[in-house]
C-alpha cells in the first residue's frame, strides 16, 4: 500500500525498455486494483507500450461465492477509504445505494487509523433496512487466513475488521437460507 505509483512506473519504464513485464494487482486488476493506474500513467508520462489487462476475481465476487448468493440481484461496490476520495462523496455514495435498496459490498471497511467510516456507513444503512438484514464479513479470502462469519446488520460490527475484509450486506429481500446468504432475483414463488 501507498506504493502504487511507484510500481506502476518501474513496471511501464521497463515494458518501454523492452522488458515483458507482468504487473500484478490483487483481485481483479480493473476493480480497485492497478489497472486504473497504469492507463492513466501511461497516457500522463507518453509511455506507448502494450497493455494486457487480464481479468481476476474480485473480493467481493470470492466472498459472494463462500456465502451463497448475496448478489444476484443489483449491488454496488463501495470502498469506505478516504485516502483518495473524499469521505463527503463516500458518504453520499452510501446513501444513493441504501435509498436504492441495493446489496452493497464495503472494501476497505476499516483500518488502525480510520474506524469511523464502517460505523457511519451502518447508521446510514439502517435508515433504509432493518438490523436482521444479513451480512456476510470475510476477511482475506483465498488465504489461509480466511475468515468468513455470516451475521447481521445489528451485530457484525463487534466482528474483527480489517482492510483485509470486505463486508457484504444484503437488501431488504436478502435472507439466509440453509446457512447461505441469498438475495432472491424472483424466481421462485
Known sequence: MTQEAQRCRLALERARDGAVVAFVSSGDAGIYGMAGLALEMAAAEGIRVPIEIIPGVTAACAAAARFGAPLMLDYACISLSDLLVPWKTI???????????????????????RVT????????????????????????????????????????????INMKTVVIIGNQSSKCLNGWFVTPRGYVV
Open 91 to 113: 458518504r453520499r455514495r452510501i446513501e444513493a445505494v441504501a435509498a436504492a435498496d441495493l446489496v452493497v459490498a464495503l472494501y476497505n471497511p476499516k483500518s488502525t487509523k
Open 117 to 160: 467510516q464502517i460505523e457511519e456507513a451502518v447508521a446510514i444503512l439502517r435508515q433504509h433496512r432493518p438490523g436482521t438484514t444479513p451480512v456476510g464479513v470475510a476477511t482475506a479470502v483465498g488465504s489461509e487466513d480466511e475468515r468468513l462469519v455470516l451475521s447481521d446488520l445489528d451485530h457484525f460490527l463487534k466482528l474483527d
